[in-house]
């Protein structure tokens, strides 16, 4: 086995991004684009991974530990170019691995695949390879200038003859380098160009005049598509959905109308899910077998049992957990509550903070008041309970197993197990009392036309 070391490039300012957050923690999918580059390098079995960001880059380091703790840091002080970039990283090339491939931070939508095929032509001996693909309009990339289907070099635009601007050919940034010769190459890179720039795309003619053969491997232009600006960030997460849709598809999920279902990275569906239109699927959510996501509903950081119902127009959020066959109806938020199984509650309410057993039924318009504008507080109910319509339960309070709350209470001590709780003023029927008080309103005021 070839050990691999990714080195992945993120020191980019993005500036076209126009945003206070580093551009490669941006998110397609849920997921910073540096943590998808990341996931693309650990299936690829990278025995190790560095990460060059720019300084000032806490953030960017932060996610990258959270990813992949086993990564290394660099810090790029100035930004004089990607070969300057990859440097940074001495400290990992200087142990010597035998494969060396460079990703791109922004690039969020390589396959590990693709690295995989990179590093196809350094096992047969090549010094360098580099990944080609054809843009719809190739300006602004790297040309590569191939002869008799050999690589002679890559030209950046700035310095490309008009010539060498016709080749549609393409760089899409992604390198692979002979981890023995990386740095022998990398420190004959110098910055003699329009740019002033250490361009690592001049490997290619130095490895060549050391007498090492340049591969190249053709990919898509979709799966190397680059973020630098809003619009094309929104490109990547079209072609993100696309996948995760036809993965969920092929893993035995219904997608009524997948183009108005919006996934996560991390969206697990167990087998027979079934999706119906305009459902949002936020980070961290795990949906199992045969459990229905109705119309409208936006579902982030939730667990949703297997057989449970959801929606129409249900909010889950972060820390929902229901277990099999439980019923979460039209207009119901759910946060940080277990619900255990064939628990209903079926309209109009909020549980949060709670913990309700199995199959208690929860009424229309419940509501679990677990804020007191300082703190967060629990609320739990039993099993076979029933809260009748319209309660509030003022948290912390608990509701015993059977329990049975009446219609419209207020409940803000604990109910034993089977009591039956009423928190509510007592009706008072006064007979005859409507006809006098409407002949007293209704003096002198005329009668309606
Ligand atoms: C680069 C390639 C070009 C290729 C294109 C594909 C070079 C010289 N050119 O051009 O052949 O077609 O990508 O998108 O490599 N970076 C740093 N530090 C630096 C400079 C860059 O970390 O000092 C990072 C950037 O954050 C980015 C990546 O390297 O992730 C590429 O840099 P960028 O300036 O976008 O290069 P391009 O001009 O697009
Ligand atoms: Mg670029």
Redesign the pocket.
């Known amino acids: 086995m070839r050990q691999l070391l990714v080195i992945v490039?993120?020191?980019?300012e993005g500036t076209r991004m126009r945003s206070a957050l580093p551009?490669v923690l941006h998110a397609v999918a849920g997921r910073p684009m540096v943590a998808h580059v990341l996931d693309a390098a650990l299936a690829a079995g990278a025995a190790q991974i560095a990460v060059?960001i720019?300084p000032d880059h806490d953030k960017v380091a932060a996610e990258v530990r959270r990813v992949a703790p086993q990564a290394e840091v660099f810090v790029?002080a100035e930004?004089?170019?990607?070969a300057?970039?990859v440097l940074a990283a001495r400290a990992a090339l200087e142990r010597g691995y035998d494969d060396v491939v460079v990703m791109?931070?922004?690039?969020p939508l390589v396959r590990p695949d693709t690295l995989a095929a990179l590093r196809v032509p350094l096992a047969e001996g090549a010094g360098v390879a580099v990944l080609g693909f054809r843009p719809a309009d190739p300006t602004?990339?790297?040309r590569l200038v191939t002869e008799g289907g050999e690589l002679l070099a890559?030209r950046?635009e700035k310095e490309a003859s008009a010539e060498e601007r016709a080749i549609g050919l393409?760089?899409?940034?992604l390198m692979a380098l002979d981890g023995r010769a990386a740095l022998d190459l990398l420190d004959r890179v110098d910055d003699a160009n329009a740019k002033k720039?250490f361009?690592?795309?001049d490997v290619v003619a130095i490895a060549r005049t050391l007498g090492r053969t340049a591969g190249v491997c053709e990919v898509a232009a979709e799966d190397v598509a680059?973020v630098?600006s809003r619009a094309q960030l929104a490109e990547a997460e079209a072609i993100l959905q696309q996948r995760l849709r036809a993965r969920a598809l092929e893993a035995g999920v219904t997608l009524v109308a997948p183009e108005t279902v919006f996934l996560s990275a991390d969206t697990s569906f167990g087998r027979d899910v079934v999706v119906e239109p305009n459902v949002f699927f936020g980070a961290g959510v795990r949906v199992e077998e045969g459990a229905t996501i109705r119309a409208f509903s936006h579902v982030e950081g939730a667990h949703v049992g297997p057989g449970a119902i959801v929606g129409p127009f249900a909010r889950l959020r972060p820390g929902a957990a229901l277990g099999q066959g439980v019923h979460v109806g039209n207009f119901v938020e759910i946060k940080a509550s277990d619900l255990a199984s064939g628990v209903k509650v079926n309209h109009l309410s909020y549980v949060g903070d709670s913990s309700v057993g199995a199959n208690t039924n929860i009424g229309a318009g419940t509501i679990t008041c677990n804020y007191d504008g300082f703190r967060k507080h629990r609320t739990t109910i039993g099993a076979n309970a029933f809260i009748g319509t319209n309660s509030l339960l003022v948290a912390p309070v608990s509701v015993g197993d059977g329990a049975y709350l009446a219609t419209g209470s207020v409940i803000t001590d604990d109910v034993p197990a089977d009591a039956l709780a009423i928190g509510r003023a007592r009706q008072v029927n006064k007979p005859g009392l409507a006809a006098r008080l409407r002949a007293r309103l209704s003096s002198g005021v005329a009668p309606k036309a």
């Open positions: 490039l993120a020191a980019g551009k060059v720019g790029q930004r004089r170019g990607t300057h970039a791109y931070g922004d690039t602004g990339y790297g890559i950046e393409c760089n899409a940034g720039e361009y690592l795309t680059g630098n």
